[in-house]
């Protein structure tokens, strides 16, 4: 069938690029050791920076939220798939940020990039004098929810303030948005968000954060990059995902009570779609009541110990580990068919690691991405960096 046929030449010109991606099916709970293919495998790739994908109490209450909701939410927010266990989330959440916000309120989401398409077109889309300012290294959901809205778009450079401000102050647009995400998800660097939300303030634009990656992991209770940096503006609009440190999955934003009542009547992506499960809601209250408590500080300590393991023990040459404070840890190699061998050697040894190419990363500077989780031990670390040590020096 010829169409089909197309098909089969598109997919053999990604293969010709060495850009076909493998998905491999694991046979066990997420956690610091997965079972594939009959193997244990110690992984570091998974975004679950805390180790709660598997909590105990997290399980039992997802038991619990079945036992008493059901499976399904039946429809959407806006019919009748608004369920109580979604409205106590979204106070939590509310509450779980609302100190960095003000008049504070929250809204869920199935997933984070529903999430970032229903922020960015909700504030812009159909509004004529809106123009919006995104960060070059921003997740692919952020540029997918930039080009949904079709609006204005300007991409200024990575961590280029000077740049930004220079398309701010050109700008006649009446809603300005910068949007950005606060740790970069394939290099692991916080974003400037002080130096940003300053810039929001002179010009007069809102500061989208997507904190996918600092939601739980960062600030003291780690309530995330805001805290991390003690930011408080009415100018922010914070979005979080749960599926990442919080172990479960969907994704909220929280902002002052008039943007999120936009997202409510605007979004689309929120209004046409069916809730999430409200066992997973309500689930995630006791995974918020663990990252606020004493176990998300050992939680948090135990991932920040590893981060300067690793950061310690690695002695690379040729590679690069970038200067990465959180628990994405890249290694630098460059070239893509390099990228994958040491991600196949690695794989040999039982060690799961992410190799990314391009597109996903700039053309030459394909990398491991390594996690770090609070589920590894110091021994899980000693044992990845003796095998990176190692393959650096043997693949010369
Ligand atoms: N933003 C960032 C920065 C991410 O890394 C991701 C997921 N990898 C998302 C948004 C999307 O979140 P979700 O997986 O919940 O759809």
């Known amino acids: 069938m010829e169409l089909l046929n197309r098909l089969n030449q598109q ?11 493998k998905r491999r099916t694991v046979n066990s709970p997420c956690g610091a050791r997965v079972s594939v293919d009959g193997r244990e495998l110690l992984a570091f790739c998974s975004n679950d920076y805390l180790g709660l994908a598997n909590h105990r109490k997290i399980k039992l209450a997802l038991q619990e939220g079945a036992a008493i909701y059901g499976v399904g939410s039946g429809a959407s927010h806006l019919i009748s798939g608004h369920v109580r266990a979604h409205a106590m989330l979204e106070e939590r959440l509310a509450q779980f940020v609302g100190a960095h916000l003000e008049s504070p ?8 990039y529903m999430a970032n398409l229903a922020v960015i077109t909700g504030l812009t889309a159909g509004d004529k004098e809106a123009e919006i300012f995104s960060e070059e290294l921003n997740h692919a959901s952020l540029i997918d929810g930039v080009r949904l809205s079709r609006v204005k778009a300007h991409v200024y450079p990575h961590a280029n303030l000077q740049a930004l401000e220079v398309l701010l102050k050109a700008s ?4 300005k948005v910068v949007v950005t995400d606060s740790v970069f998800s394939m290099d ?12 929001c303030e002179q010009y007069n634009a809102w500061l989208v954060v997507d904190d996918a990656h600092g939601f739980g992991t960062l600030g ?7 805290e ?3 930011l408080r503006s009415p100018y922010l609009v914070y979005m979080g995902t749960l599926g990442k440190a919080a172990g479960v999955g969907g994704a909220f934003v929280a ?8 997202l409510i009547q605007k979004a689309r992506p929120y209004i046409f779609t069916t809730a999430t499960p409200p066992a997973l809601a309500h689930a995630l209250l006791t995974s918020l009541d663990l990252l606020e408590g004493d176990e998300g500080v050992t939680r948090r300590a135990q991932l920040q110990s590893l981060v300067a393991q690793l950061d310690d023990g690695l002695r690379l040459q040729r590679w690069q580990r970038l200067p990465s404070k959180t628990a994405i840890q890249p290694i630098l190699i460059g070239d893509n068919a390099e990228t994958m061998r040491a991600g196949a050697a690695l794989y040999e040894q039982g060690l799961w690691v992410g190799a990314i190419r391009p597109p996903t990363v700039a053309a030459g500077t394909a990398r491991l991405r390594v996690t770090l989780s609070a589920a590894h031990n110091s021994m899980d670390v000693a044992k990845l960096i003796g095998a990176l040590n190692a393959l650096e020096r043997d693949m010369k």
């Open 11 to 21: 997919l053999q010109a990604l293969d010709d690029k060495q850009l076909i991606r």
């Open 105 to 112: 309120r929250a809204i869920s989401f199935c997933t984070g």
């Open 172 to 175: 006649k647009a009446a809603t």
């Open 188 to 199: 692991g660097n916080l974003a400037p968000l002080p130096q940003l939300l300053a810039l």
């Open 220 to 226: 003291d209770n780690g309530h995330g990059a805001l």
């Open 228 to 230: 991390h940096f003690n």
């Open 255 to 262: 902002a002052h009570e008039t943007v999120i009542e936009t």
